[in-house]
Nanobody, 123 residues
Framework: QVQLVESGGGLVQAGGSLRLSCAASTRTFGTYAMGWFRQAPGKEREFVAAISRRDGMTYYADSVKGRFTISRDNTKNTVDLQMNSLEPDDTAVYYC????????????????WGQGTQVTVSS
């Protein structure tokens, strides 16, 4: 069982930056692929970014490519999402996800999910 806790959300003006962090409660963090998803009001949850478990290969949605960066620290059991040049359309609840296979994370069917952290971007 893996518990995920997100932090770092908040209110920011358009063009600003936020850094989200997800802490995982597992001694085998390095064996999990990690990802970030988001869900805006009235919309379905969508993929944002993912990172593989060992070689650190990263994946991004086209809408955030070049603005967001996902990274992980296997010594601290954390995965971060640095968000720059934020836009009002980035407003959503952001969720951290974990699974043994990165393709499962990418598909949005991860076994483990956090409770989410709210990001609001004002225009």
């Amino acid at each position: 069982q893996v518990q995920l806790v997100e932090s770092g959300g908040g209110l920011v003006q358009a063009g600003g930056s936020l850094r989200l962090s997800c802490a995982a409660s597992t001694r085998t963090f390095g064996t999990y692929a990690m990802g970030w998803f988001r869900q805006a009001p009235g919309k379905e949850r969508e993929f944002v970014a993912a990172i593989s478990r060992r070689d650190g290969m990263t994946y991004y949605a086209d809408s955030v490519k070049g603005r967001f960066t996902i990274s992980r620290d296997n010594t601290k059991n954390t995965v971060d999402l640095q968000m720059n040049s934020l836009e009002p359309d980035d407003t959503a609840v952001y969720y951290c996800a974990a699974d043994l296979m990165v393709r499962t994370v990418l598909s949005g069917t991860s076994n483990y999910w956090g409770q989410g952290t709210q990001v609001t971007v004002s225009s």
